[in-house]
């Protein structure tokens, strides 16, 4: 018996005539709709039925674990496109949100730099607080008493000498 290589390449040739071109237009309509399928593929299920073998044997091309498999690793692949889809639409929103909020920040800037720029600042210092007078040890401590309310400018002038005495 005749042993061929683990892997057997056959060529076909389509000839340049009506039946040839017909079927070569037949064969890349047929696999345009399903593009899982290979030229190979076709060609062995064209001989499996040209030479009668029973559908008991002829090889799967893919058994039902294999599409299984292959729906479950589809079903994932969507699952994933949607969560990546979810993921960056909510941090586009964020992202978003945090352009309006510098923008809004950076306009507010410009107007507190346009208020300062035309106003000048005038800084108001408090009143000067008078120093403690020094209590002498030996005399005892007065309270102060505080003046009315109304007092003529010559008498609180000389209330600072009086205070010496």
């Keep these: 018996m005749f042993q061929w290589s683990k892997k057997v390449v056959k060529s076909v040739t389509f000839n340049p005539g009506v039946a040839d071109e017909s079927l070569l237009a037949l064969v890349e309509s047929?696999?345009?709709?399903?593009?899982?399928?290979?030229?190979?593929?076709?060609?062995?299920?064209?001989?499996?039925q040209s030479l009668?073998?029973?559908?008991?044997?002829?090889?799967?091309?893919?058994?039902?674990?294999?599409?299984?498999?292959?729906?479950?690793?589809?079903?994932?692949?969507?699952?994933?496109?949607?969560l990546e889809g979810r993921f960056f639409a909510k941090e586009s929103h964020r992202l978003e949100?945090?352009?309006?909020?510098?923008?809004?920040?950076t306009q507010q800037m410009a107007h507190l730099?346009?208020?300062?720029?035309?106003?000048?600042?005038?800084?108001?210092?408090?009143?000067?607080?008078?120093?403690?007078?020094?209590?002498?040890?030996?005399t005892p401590a007065v309270e102060p008493v505080e003046p009315p309310a109304e007092v003529d400018?010559?008498?609180?002038?000389l209330s600072q000498y009086l205070d010496d005495f």
Aim: charged residues 25%; contains cysteine.
């Design 30 to 48: 047929y696999l345009e709709q399903q593009p899982d399928k290979t030229f190979s593929d076709l060609c062995k299920e064209a001989l499996w």
């Design 52 to 82: 009668c073998v029973p559908e008991s044997v002829k090889p799967g091309l893919k058994t039902a674990a294999t599409e299984s498999v292959e729906q479950k690793i589809d079903e994932l692949q969507r699952q994933v496109a949607d």
């Design 97 to 105: 949100a945090m352009e309006r909020q510098i923008l809004q920040l």
């Design 113 to 138: 730099a346009i208020m300062v720029t035309e106003r000048p600042v005038v800084y108001h210092s408090p009143p000067p607080v008078p120093a403690p007078d020094t209590v002498n040890p030996t």
């Design 153 to 157: 400018p010559v008498i609180r002038r």
